[in-house]
């Protein structure tokens, strides 16, 4: 019977290492690690559902996906945390993904899923219902205190980009995000606004490209990020029982997540470059800076697990690029030979 | 020398419906599971193709883990190929429960393809579930040995 035992996990950690293999499996591109990051600040957020709002001030602001109306602010140097309540003035909505974003004096409360948009100041924290976008969207991001962006999808159910105005009025680009296998799945990524810069970058998160438009969403440029993915390795299958599309094999993640700032993308790889240590790999997440301004690569920076678990979230503010990483928010600094490539000094 | 044959012969019957409820639970499990996947075929391969370990294999794993399931179901309801069914049913549940501990510790992604009721447990119910019939299985499969050994002297 120890026999039977032993062949059965015996073949089940066969097929384990067979796995293991791809994702090791070195890429053809070389990381510049010249200046290492010092970690200055952290805090334990108590909790694992925070993510980043937005900030103001001296203050970083946080939402808490299972307390939607919790909004918590944090100081910039992470000593003191204070968790507020918001208050809406319309509870009968049929709520399912709700969502802040600050746009300081302001903030927003949003679901995608409604969709509504309301508003508040970040003095009172009451939100009032202020309008009801002409699509359902996720991955929204403040412009202004006036209008929001976010990814939305077209009458053929592809994902686009577009925004709201809190005045009605609601536009979209169909050209912006292009498709590669299905429209859905491949043009995945993440959305951010860069306030300094004012400019809308999106970064895919299968395939070694983003994009840089204006906040009216006309195109700026293209740009690539140092690995050599260029088309999605991703396989979309279509359940006819169910009608639904889902992944038909694990998807090649290239570009986890991102945060533009001032100027700067901060972006979390997923993949190994050439020359790197796998050892470390297993301890900490990469973060590959690339100047906005130029479409260049500037550096990486290695920001280390906590208690075993990877960043999931990044924030830029001031000279500190901010992480969440399981219940811990954590503040590195940035060195010089990144910060001196800032749009505004 | 007659109440040790009186005692043995007690002590057999237990064993034996010991392992007859066993044979039952096991043949439930895997019927059912068996055929909730076959029921939901193609949503089944499609959550195989994007386990990181099977994702090569899912065409075969995909009607191979029912066939052996309802196999092992065939040789349990069996008297003469009983012990073999315990067996297997231990061994295959030794391979799922493997499965779920390395996917749940070393992978990013966790898909979900047990079939019907076992897809709402949680991860970590379902692996103290698994290791429960991994304990029910072996039990009986040791017992059934017993048995045929005592039978055979």
């Known amino acids: 019977m120890a026999l039977i035992a032993t062949l059965g996990v015996g073949i089940v950690v066969v097929l384990f290492l067979a796995s293991e293999n791809i994702i090791h499996h070195r890429n053809n591109f070389v990381r510049r690690f010249s200046d290492q990051v010092e970690k200055n600040y952290e805090i334990d957020l108590q909790s694992k559902a925070y993510y980043f709002a937005g900030d103001s001030g001296d203050s970083l602001y946080l939402g808490n996906y299972d307390g939607p109306l919790y909004m918590a602010a944090v100081d910039k140097k992470l000593k003191k945390m204070k968790v507020h309540t918001l208050k809406i003035d319309r509870m009968d909505l049929p709520f399912r993904s709700v969502e802040i974003r600050v746009s300081p004096p302001y903030f927003f409360l949003l679901d995608g899923t409604v969709p509504c948009i309301f508003r508040g100041e970040l003095k009172t924290l009451n939100a009032k219902y202020a309008v ?48 590669q296998i299905d429209g859905n799945f491949d ?20 395939r070694n490209q983003y994009i840089i438009a204006n906040p009216d969403l006309s195109l700026d440029s293209r740009g690539n990020t140092i690995d050599t ?32 700032y001032n100027g700067l993308l901060f972006v979390n790889s997923e993949l190994i470059s050439k020359y790197e240590d796998v050892d470390v790999w297993d301890q900490a997440s990469v973060i590959d800076v690339y100047d906005i301004k130029d479409r260049s690569y500037i550096a990486s920076l290695y920001i280390y697990n906590i208690k075993k678990k990877k960043l ?23 060195t010089e030979l990144i910060t001196k490539h800032y749009a505004v000094k | 020398m007659r109440t040790k044959w ?148």
């Open chain 1, 132 to 179: 009801k976008p002409d699509v359902t969207f996720s991955k929204v991001v403040a412009m202004n205190s006036e209008t929001v962006a976010y990814r939305t999808h077209n009458n053929a159910g592809e994902s686009i980009l577009g925004f709201s105005k809190l005045d009605g009025t609601n536009r979209i680009n169909q050209r912006l995000l292009q498709k």
């Open chain 1, 187 to 206: 043009v995945d990524g993440s959305l951010s606004y860069d306030t300094g810069l004012k400019k809308l970058i999106y970064v895919y998160l299968y």
């Open chain 1, 229 to 260: 993915v260029s088309k999605a390795q991703i396989k979309v299958a279509y359940v006819k029982s169910h009608d639904a599309k889902k992944m038909g094999a694990p998807p090649l993640s290239v570009n986890k997540t991102s945060t533009a």
């Open chain 1, 312 to 334: 999931r979230a990044l924030y830029a503010s001031g000279n500190n690029l901010y992480a969440i990483i399981g219940n811990t928010l954590v503040s590195y600094k940035l």
């Open chain 2, 6 to 153: 009186k005692n043995m012969k007690i002590s057999i019957s237990h064993k034996n419906t010991i392992i007859y409820i066993i044979c039952l639970l096991s043949i439930v499990l895997f019927l059912y599971a068996a055929v909730s996947k076959i029921l939901d075929y193609e949503n089944f391969q499609v959550q195989l193709a994007q386990s990181p370990l099977l994702s090569a294999f899912a065409g075969y794993v995909a009607w191979g883990v029912p066939a052996v399931e309802i196999l092992i179901s065939i040789l349990l309801f069996s008297e003469r190929w009983r012990k073999i069914g315990l067996f297997a049913a231990f061994g295959l549940m030794v391979m799922f429960t493997a499965y779920i501990y390395i996917i749940l510790n070393f992978s990013a992604f966790v898909p979900c393809s047990c079939g019907g009721v076992l897809e709402k447990m949680t991860w970590n119910q379902h692996l103290i579930f698994n290791i429960v019939f991994i304990v029910l299985s072996g039990t009986a499969a040791l017992l059934q040995s017993i048995n045929c050994q005592n039978e055979l002297s």
